[in-house]
């Protein structure tokens, strides 16, 4: 089963997939590729799979990917061969993946497998707290990027499952865990 966080930068996605994967043994992510530059706090292989410009265009040119986007001026994509791995071993995998991404992933896969979608909503007052007082802050110039898109990704959420305002980061994870309890039961 496969499981998309979605919501704007800052909502909360990497928080509460960090802490689903802590408190579920079944539970696990696969890190997407991209070709930006890594962060304070990012880990090779963990985080992100960090590869050049050229090295995403060429997987995105051999069929590597099942979906890719650009964001905020860089790649970000999620590997077909570590993906179907994790599947086989009967994951249950969280991805955080923006709204295009999600468009496209669920296309590709809602015939083969369960896929449960999520949006986290974050009022644009909070999400501009939430980016200025990050460990990796953004530049004015990337917050007001990420501030730009809010709209965009809000008049996506009729795309999701489910839509949950993340203001309590207990109370999400637990109705978020309760959803993919009840999702994985359904499924079996």
Known sequence: MLVILSGVSGAGKDTIKKELIKREKNIITIPSYT?????EGDVAGGTYNFVSTEEFEKMIHNNELYEYNVHHDHYYGTSKKIFNEKIKEGKIIVKDIDVNGTENLVKLLEKDMKVVTIFLRVPKEELQRRLENRVDRPSPKEI????????????????YDYVLKNDNLEKTVQIISTIIKNEY????
């Open 35 to 39: 070709d930006r530059p890594m962060r």
């Open 144 to 159: 007001k990027l990420r501030l730009n898109r809010f709209d965009y990704e809000e008049s996506r959420i009729n795309l």
């Open 185 to 188: 039961e359904l499924n079996k």
